[in-house]
């Protein structure tokens, strides 16, 4: 049992320090940084990322590079499907009671694994956002804001620009967006 975490058990520790890149065997990082050095050569890249991804299926790392492949290819759509991969691959890590309560801030602000999940959600409700699903991106900020109430991974100004889009001020006008918090950002979910 973790002294942030209590309750979760030995599956949550391995997941939690392989989101921190622990855990990953040396070939499945070698294809992971050949891709990287591959990057500008993206048809010989993504097999090594698929390749890695196959060999290391519930691991975060492989599946940041794809989706990092994937992000900055403006391959919103695929990003998106890794993500949503991660994110079931978090959630059956942290356990099926995960998500009842809100973490506590401690775990939000230092837990590898909680802010996996966090940051994950935060990805989606983005990705949603670009991909014009706002009913996805609206539900991914509401699960985000329930879980994280303190902001602590900064999902409250995809909110922001939501709520902005949503009453029709989409142009810059010169009013800036709040630092950090969920305030004037509609209801909680």
């Known amino acids: 049992m973790d002294a942030i975490n209590p309750g979760f058990d030995d ?3 391995a997941f939690a320090a392989s989101a921190l890149g622990g855990g990953l065997s ?7 940084q050949q891709a990287g050095l591959l990057r500008h050569r993206p048809l010989e890249a993504l097999p ?3 390749q890695a991804r196959a060999a290391a299926p519930s691991h975060p790392s492989p599946l940041i590079a ?3 492949f994937y992000f900055y290819g403006h391959q919103l759509t695929q990003a998106r499907a890794v993500a ?3 994110l079931a691959i978090a959630r059956t890590a942290l356990g099926s009671n995960f998500g009842d309560e809100a973490p506590c801030d401690d775990a939000a602000r230092h837990d590898a694994a909680v802010r996996f999940y966090l940051f994950t959600l935060k990805g989606l409700a983005y990705l949603n956002l670009r991909l014009g699903d706002l009913d996805e991106a609206r539900l991914m900020l509401g699960e985000l804001r329930r879980l994280d109430p303190q902001d602590r ?3 409250a100004l995809l909110s922001h620009v939501l709520v902005r889009h949503e009453k029709g001020d989409d142009t810059e ?3 800036a967006y709040p630092v950090r918090g969920w305030s004037g950002t509609g209801p909680r979910a």
């Open 173 to 175: 006008t010169g009013t």
């Open 66 to 68: 794809l989706y990092r």
């Open 153 to 155: 991974v900064g999902g």
């Open 48 to 50: 090594l990322l698929q």
């Open 26 to 32: 040396p070939q499945v990082e070698a294809l992971i």
């Open 84 to 86: 949503e991969d991660a």
């Open 11 to 13: 599956d949550w520790s």
